[in-house]
């Protein structure tokens, strides 16, 4: 025989007992017979239903056994009031506090909020002594009667408590400041970074001769290891630390909510913290180039990368690292393929040493401090970057290897900080800023592809292509090659600084290895091929055609001299 299902509203609900009066053992003091509920006490059948009737109107898609997470039951709460039954046409269930006076069972004078409660308690139901009448008494949490309708609360106050979420927020326009500022910093010391490896990775005898490798390898590991890492920035998200309470201990047990948040969620909070953004995006990304790589698959392809050999220095005679030999162009596809699986295979291989190494040193990573971060280091980088950007620009001017420089090697011919390190650093701030900003404003607008990595990577390697042709062709109306020892060195500047900061291996590695498997192969595949496209189409119409002339001014790593 099928059971019929009754459902809650149909069932009888009795009615109330008359009012009595609360009887307790301990006196009432003045003050607590002020907030004094008193009146006639439901049932516990009638209160029950009445309670989930309430919450069934307030939550319309919330089953009935749910129930509001602040009303808490406290073992330390004030004397408990009583709520009476107070029945009507609109609403015969309706629950309230009964304020007394000859108007307490008029039902027409009273006002919404004396029908309502603003906070429900929890109910703890005890038995009286008068006649063995179940008296209902409502002992309310700390803060449940001061707490506005749960109907209208947000998500995040459902939390626990917590002693500690993290510092309080500084105002934004300090924090974006600081951010710009620790990008500018981070930019100018990246793109010496990188200089530095390609000048030191070019030797004879080297196994790879595209330098700029090793700097994208070593800027996806570091990348890796911030990204993976949970300890050094944790203060921001996490309570503090007890006395006597070791990191190991402490993040062992993971007492806290804040202690239990994924990568995802850490990573979100990260990127809020200025000095985050300004390793992860200023120094990782410009140590990194992308431009660069796309640059040398183009010279794999047309035989025309820098090989390292052993020169005798001769000041007469100037000797360039280019190939000439001839080859087949089944080598040439072959150079091009080598660049390529040696760039992606060695900066992925970076990356994911670098979070086992951040996984590695777990026991031993320190807490930077907030205070000290925020009282300390941020007024500090804040300075020093606009100084550092400033110097490089006044030593651009005036070069220390100049003809009456503490540095001159004579004449002007002879100059050589502008071209290889002076105009990088002038130049890198403002690719370190447009990437960044780009990729904050596109990224969010296709989540399965990082759009605006893409377009960046896509954006540098188009000017950089660009500006590799006009260094080795005649421009101006003198015809002059890179136009001129000050052209030259501008040109290649911009290629070093503003190209190799605008564009990144880092993020586009740490993107790919974010991602689900098609989405990763697709984002690779597209950066790669788009680029080739670019450098084939830009950098191959000039050197096909018109051909390339040797530039005037000393590019750093390919006219290196190595005696």
């Not at 804040?382 to 110097?391: E, N």
């Not at 006044?394 to 900080?417: H, K, M, Q, V």
Request: net charge positive; glycine share 8%; with cysteine.
């Amino acid at each position: 025989m099928a059971r019929q299902s009754i459902e809650m509203d149909d069932w009888p609900i009795p009615s109330p007992p008359e009012a009595k009066p609360l009887v307790t053992d301990t006196p009432v003091q003045p003050r607590q017979q002020e907030n004094r509920w008193s009146g006639s006490v439901p049932s516990r059948r009638s209160s029950y239903y009445a309670d989930q009737r309430h919450e069934r109107r307030s939550r319309p898609n919330s089953g009935a056994s749910q129930r509001d997470p602040f009303l808490s039951r406290h073992t330390k709460a004030p004397p408990v009031p009583l709520l009476r039954h107070v029945p009507s046409a609109d609403d015969p269930y309706a629950l309230g506090p009964v304020n007394g006076g000859p108007d307490a069972g008029d039902f027409s004078k009273r006002s919404i909020d004396d029908v309502v409660p603003t906070a429900l308690p929890t109910f703890d139901h005890r038995m009286s002594r008068q006649g063995g009448v179940d008296d209902l008494q409502a002992m309310p949490s700390e803060g449940s009667l001061s707490q506005p309708p749960y109907t209208s609360r947000k998500p995040e106050e459902y939390l626990p408590k917590q002693d500690h979420q993290g510092p309080p927020p500084q105002s934004r326009w300090w924090d974006e400041f600081c951010t710009v500022s620790y990008l500018v910093f981070f930019a100018i010391w990246g793109t010496l970074a990188r200089l530095g490896v390609q000048w030191i990775a070019f030797y004879p005898g080297a196994p790879i001769v595209t330098p700029v490798i090793w700097a994208n390898m070593a800027g996806s590991f570091v990348l890796g290891f911030l990204a993976e890492d949970k300890y050094l920035f944790s203060r921001y998200w996490s309570a503090p630390r007890m006395a006597g309470e070791t990191t190991h201990e402490r993040w062992s047990k993971k007492s806290t909510d804040f202690d239990k948040l994924t990568k995802a969620e850490t990573g979100k909070i990260k990127k809020t913290i200025p000095l985050y953004v300004g390793i992860a995006s200023g120094f990782c990304g410009s140590f990194t180039s992308f431009s660069s790589f796309a640059r040398d698959m183009f010279g794999a392809l047309a035989n025309n990368l820098p090989i390292p050999t052993n020169h005798v220095y001769d000041s007469t005679t100037r000797v360039t690292n280019t190939s000439n030999a001839s080859r087949n162009a089944g080598y040439s596809f072959n150079a091009l393929f080598a660049v390529i699986i040696s760039t992606l295979a060695l900066s992925l291989g970076g990356l994911i040493v670098g979070a086992h190494t951040a996984q590695l040193l777990e026991p031993w990573t320190p807490r930077l401090s907030t205070r000290v971060i925020r009282r300390f280091v941020d007024p500090v980088i804040v300075s020093l970057a606009w100084v550092c950007w400033l110097g490089a620009v006044l030593l651009a001017i005036f070069p220390p290897d100049r003809p009456s420089g503490p540095s001159s090697r004579g004449d002007w011919s002879n100059e050589t900080w502008r071209g290889t390190v002076l105009f990088a650093i002038v130049f890198a701030p403002l690719g370190c800023l447009l990437r960044h900003y780009t990729s904050v404003r596109i990224n969010p607008l296709v989540p399965s592809f990082p759009l605006g990595t893409f377009a960046v990577n896509m954006f540098g390697t188009a000017i950089e292509g660009m500006l590799y042709d006009f260094q080795q062709v005649g421009i101006g109306s003198f015809g002059l090659v890179g136009g001129g020892l000050v052209g030259c060195q501008v040109l290649q500047g911009m290629q070093d600084g503003f190209c190799g900061c605008l564009t990144t291996v880092s993020t586009l590695v740490a993107e790919i290895s974010g991602m689900r498997k098609k989405h990763g192969y697709v984002c690779a595949l597209s950066s790669i091929v788009g680029a080739l496209c670019l450098v084939i189409v830009i950098m191959g119409s000039v050197r096909w055609t018109v051909g390339w002339q040797p530039a005037v001014c000393y590019r750093g790593y390919p006219d290196k001299y190595v005696t």
